[in-house]
């Protein structure tokens, strides 16, 4: 995209922003947008300091599920404000402080309250919250075999979080669709092992060992591929998936616990997914 520049003044020059972007992001006259000097050229966004919007939600019922699914899904969906009326003061202030970040709940009146955002982390966090949800991961797959598994709150936790980020198209994300898919599979990953631990059957075999030890190996090449952002790991990401987990795997299927299996080709097999959708990211930023 071309722009011409327009004198102005003695020494200034202007150019128009495209009104596609413009509406996108909401903008109007005498709005301000911070403009960085970056090696490639001038990045320009719009200021972090929007309009406030806010949503109010009625009769959600009494399913700990479908609370947690409407707060949820308006808090990645950008808005800075929740009003609901609920009877469970309790209920509504515990899945605020484990799967809201930065936001706090308030009661207003009877059976009504207002979450709100109060300390959210900066925006410009992203990357460093992605590399901590994937360091958390390898972390949980190391001590599946142990009776310990802790992180998938806070995974959730930051996975709302940088969706909410994308919602509210702050960033210059090139790729949002991806970025959301890519985040979905991690979050899978640590359901699928949080699930292992809660229903596994028996100590792991020296199959499931091995299992394990290739689940490893898989988080640890989609790791590297994000932090270099570089895509040469994830070659050898597909020969696992392809010629040891579903070999090993299947096979195991017939002779081993059949739960146990099921849920350790499930997160290898998420593992794999993410991949799709981080090849797109690294390619977008290339």
């Known amino acids: 995209m071309r722009r011409k520049l327009i004198k102005q003044?003695?020494?200034?020059?202007?150019?128009?922003?495209?009104?596609?972007?413009v509406d996108e992001k909401e903008l109007n006259s005498e709005d301000e947008v911070d403009i960085e000097i970056t090696n490639e050229?001038?990045?320009?966004?719009?200021?972090?300091t929007k309009k406030r919007s806010e949503i109010t939600i009625q009769n959600p019922g009494d399913s700990e599920s479908m609370i947690r699914t409407v707060l949820v899904n308006a808090y990645r969906s950008g808005f800075d404000k929740i009003i609901i009326e609920h009877k469970?003061?309790?209920?509504?202030?515990?899945?605020?402080?484990?799967?809201?970040?930065?936001?706090?709940?308030f009661k207003q009146k009877n059976n009504e309250f207002s979450i709100e955002s109060v300390a959210e982390?900066?925006?410009?966090?992203?990357?460093?919250?992605?590399?901590?949800i994937l360091f958390i991961l390898i972390d949980i797959i190391k001590e599946l075999g142990n009776n310990n598994i802790v992180g998938i709150e806070q995974i959730q936790k930051y996975d709302n979080f940088l969706k909410r980020a994308i919602s509210k198209n702050i960033l210059t994300?090139?790729?949002?669709?991806?970025?959301?898919?890519?985040?979905?599979?991690?979050?899978?990953?640590?359901?699928?092992?949080?699930?292992?631990?809660?229903?596994?059957?028996?100590?792991?075999?020296?199959?499931?060992?091995?299992?394990?030890?290739l689940i490893d190996k898989?988080?640890?090449?989609?790791?590297?591929?994000?932090?270099?952002?570089?895509t040469d790991s994830l070659q050898e990401l597909h020969e696992v998936m392809?010629?040891?987990?579903?070999?090993?795997?299947?096979?195991?299927?017939?002779?081993?616990?059949?739960?146990?299996?099921?849920?350790?080709?499930?997160?290898?097999?998420n593992i794999y997914l993410s991949n799709s959708a981080l090849i797109a990211i690294i390619q977008s930023n290339t």
């Open 242 to 269: 392809n010629k040891e987990i579903y070999n090993i795997g299947f096979n195991a299927m017939k002779t081993e616990n059949p739960v146990n299996v099921h849920y350790l080709i499930t997160i290898a097999r």
């Open 218 to 230: 898989m988080i640890h090449l989609v790791q590297k591929a994000y932090l270099k952002k570089n």
């Open 88 to 105: 469970n003061e309790k209920l509504i202030h515990s899945i605020v402080q484990k799967h809201l970040l930065g936001f706090e709940t």
């Open 121 to 132: 982390p900066s925006f410009e966090e992203f990357d460093r919250l992605v590399e901590k």
């Open 173 to 213: 994300i090139k790729t949002p669709f991806q970025s959301w898919s890519f985040l979905s599979n991690l979050v899978q990953i640590g359901r699928q092992a949080h699930h292992l631990h809660k229903f596994k059957e028996k100590e792991f075999s020296s199959k499931e060992k091995e299992l394990i030890s």
């Open 41 to 48: 050229g001038l990045l320009i966004n719009p200021t972090t």
């Open 9 to 21: 003044g003695k020494t200034g020059l202007t150019i128009y922003l495209p009104k596609k972007w």
